[in-house]
């Protein structure tokens, strides 16, 4: 059974950190891409970033390009997301999620973890 499970998340100052973390047991994720999406309060779930399993080829939404930086760690099969600079419009519920590589639809997702950034 897939499972991915996110941690880190908080309560952080404007201008502050975050790392959130998503530990993925159950299969192994050759040829998958791990993503990270958020939901704020009265909004729709929107993508973040991405990163294949590889660790090639990653991807930022306009948003966060150049605060937020993806990463993996194959041998803990984990995935990271650093979150620099964080400003108010980041607060959401941040959900990591994994789909084949071939394929556009993510078909694993966490549970989510709360990040509220103060103003």
């Known amino acids: 059974q897939v499972q991915l499970v996110e941690s880190g998340g908080g309560l952080v100052q404007a201008g502050g950190s975050l790392r959130l973390s998503c530990a993925a047991s159950?299969?192994?994720?050759?040829?998958?891409?791990m993503g990270w999406f958020r939901q704020a309060p009265g909004k729709e779930r929107e993508f973040v970033t991405s990163?294949?399993?590889?660790?090639?080829?990653?991807l930022y939404s306009d948003s966060v390009k150049g605060r937020f930086t993806i990463s993996r760690d194959n041998a803990k099969n984990t995935v990271y997301l650093q979150m620099n600079k964080l400003k108010p419009e980041d607060t959401a519920v941040y959900y990591c999620?994994?789909?084949?590589?071939?394929?556009?639809?993510?078909?694993?997702w966490g549970q989510g973890t709360q990040v509220t950034v103060s103003s």
């Open positions: 159950g299969r192994t994720f050759d040829g998958y891409v």
């Open positions: 990163i294949r399993w590889s660790g090639l080829g990653t």
């Open positions: 999620a994994a789909r084949v590589a071939t394929s556009y639809e993510y078909t694993y």
